[in-house]
DNA sequence: CCAAAAGTGTTAGGAGTACACCCATGG
DNA sequence: CCATGGGTGTACTCCTAACACTTTTGG
């Protein structure tokens, strides 16, 4: 910021995007398979340059609309990638975000140069371009810290759920089992949760549904 | 990364660092006046563009060297910022880091557009150019959360310290007082720390001189 | 012997963890 | 009446936090 004013117009700036999602007890990944080269076939992060005029979240948000149709989403701006050889193209800067979507939230609409999208497995990903397989690690562990010492992953969640489901969507990000009681006594103690009056009927005995005090 | 291949030549990348240090008991920021243009005279944050075959890393390293003389330290990416109006010479995404360096250590070599250089107490800046107290004010949070639930802070410190010396950095950085005898017992139970044969003589009692147990 | 900083244990409260049974419903 | 998932309490451990006096040295 001080010293001389070298001009680096080689540099080029985009942002990429982990979209993350539980479904099926899975913590999965949102990928694009590239229509274009390179690596024409393999899938990537959705994501792109930032424009002239838009700040670094907006691109984001902008990416995430135009490539998966997704909106009013969590986003979090996570780290910046910016090896020199990691883009054969040329010296391409990265910010990397993740983004937080409810289960089958996505009409994952397809962009002009993807020829298809998928949710994958975050333990079970294809061959993915680029350094993206990295950048989706760093997702994953900063969800997962996230988790563990705030109280996150409601985004993940539709507006009413049951304390089960809760449980089974922590469950599948930390990638182990929690204790029932535990779980409930702990998440129920911090006040974020506000109990309706309404159950889920399941066929089973019904359970409670409940939904998050609106922060902020 | 996917999408149609706009090319943005108009952003230019910089880093910049946020070196921290403890002196005198209290949080200090290396800030450099600026000697020309936009904001000359007010003070910034050191750094400067990023070269075309670096990695950012490697770009801060080289500017914390280049405009402080500053070598061998601790270096973290903190966040990046993008506000298209952050920088009124035109478009520059700014990838912040932070450094920690021992009081005392920073030869403080003046860079050819930074007119002097000084230690600043984070809660008694000076009038900061572009938006680097904002991003002086992330160093900080991030400091004093690494320093509540990792045990970090050694890299503020000489080899050899005392308990008492590494307790008055916690409370410089932490911004309040610790209660002695939880400080050092929590600190000793991570087997982190090591004790030496050597006392430091202080004209009072001596105190036992510690070091870190070469992690890494 | 006085001033100054070093050094040292115990107790109480809260958080986390382990663990097993009864309940309500639909079929 | 049975299968299924919903819902509940207690005991133990460990970490944290509060709190005060003795020790060593130099002057």
Chains 1, 2 share one sequence.
Not at 12 to 30: A, N
Not at 101 to 107: I, K, L, W
Not at 111 to 134: M, N, R
Request: positive net charge; without cysteine; glycine residues 8%.
């Amino acid at each position: 910021m001080t010293k001389q004013s070298v001009h680096q117009h080689e540099i080029q700036v985009t942002v990429d995007i982990v979209v993350l999602t539980v479904d099926d007890q899975k913590l999965k990944v949102l990928l694009i398979q590239r229509g274009i080269a390179p690596f024409k076939g393999q899938f990537a992060l959705p994501g792109g340059f930032v424009l002239a005029n838009e700040t670094l979240d907006a691109a984001a948000f902008r990416e995430l609309s135009e490539e998966t149709g997704t909106e009013n989403v969590y986003l979090e701006q996570l780290y910046t990638f910016g090896d020199p050889k990691r883009d054969p193209r040329g010296r391409v800067v990265t910010v990397a975000y993740y983004a937080l979507v409810p289960a089958g939230n996505s009409p994952l609409l397809a962009g002009t140069d993807a020829a298809a999208a998928g949710w994958f497995g975050v333990d079970e990903l294809p061959v993915v371009a680029f350094d993206h397989p990295k950048i989706i690690g760093y997702a994953v562990n900063r969800l997962r810290n996230k988790l563990e010492y705030t109280s996150v992953g409601f985004e993940l969640l539709p507006k009413k759920f049951t304390l089960t489901k809760l449980q089974m969507l922590h469950e599948a990000i930390l990638g182990r089992s929690l204790d029932k009681r535990n779980f409930r006594r702990k998440i129920l103690s911090t006040g974020l949760l506000i109990a309706s009056k309404e159950m889920e009927i399941t066929g089973r005995k019904p359970a409670r549904l409940y939904a998050f005090r609106n922060l902020k």
